[in-house]
Structure formats: structure tokens, C-alpha cells
């Protein structure tokens, strides 16, 4: 999914939330085949402060 869709999704759920943590720090998890610096950039500039990624894609006999 692209950053422009997630932040309208973020946004959307932000809004229906009465009160969080000032300290959030968004982050989600990301397949390693779909990481490009320009994803990365996207993220980070919609403020995804961390991303998780799953080891096991890293290995094709898993």
C-alpha cells in the first residue's frame, strides 16, 4: 500500500481516537521485498518512526 493511502487511513483513525499517547511513535511492519529508499522517504515523511521487518522472507526454503 502506498504512504498517501496509509495517511489517509492514519488519519481517519487518529480522528475517531479521543486521546493517545503524545509519545506515539508509529510504526508497522514491511516485507523486506517491498523496502525502496523512496518507500522509506514516503514513510518517514507521513511519520512512521520505525518499521518491523519479517526475517523469515529473507530466506526462500522457509
Known amino acids: 500500500m502506498r504512504p ?7 488519519d ?6 479521543v486521546s493517545f ?3 506515539l ?16 522517504r514516503e514513510l518517514s515523511l507521513i511519520g512512521v518512526k520505525r518499521l518491523s521487518l519479517g526475517v523469515q522472507s529473507l530466506n526462500l526454503d522457509l
Not at 514491511?30 to 522509506?40: A, G, L
Open 25 to 40: 511513535e508509529p510504526s508497522m511492519e514491511i516485507s523486506p521485498e517491498h523496502i525502496t529508499k523512496d518507500y522509506i
Open 21 to 23: 499517547d503524545p509519545n
Open 4 to 10: 498517501f493511502v496509509l495517511i489517509m487511513r492514519f
Open 12 to 17: 481517519t483513525l487518529t480522528k475517531s481516537i
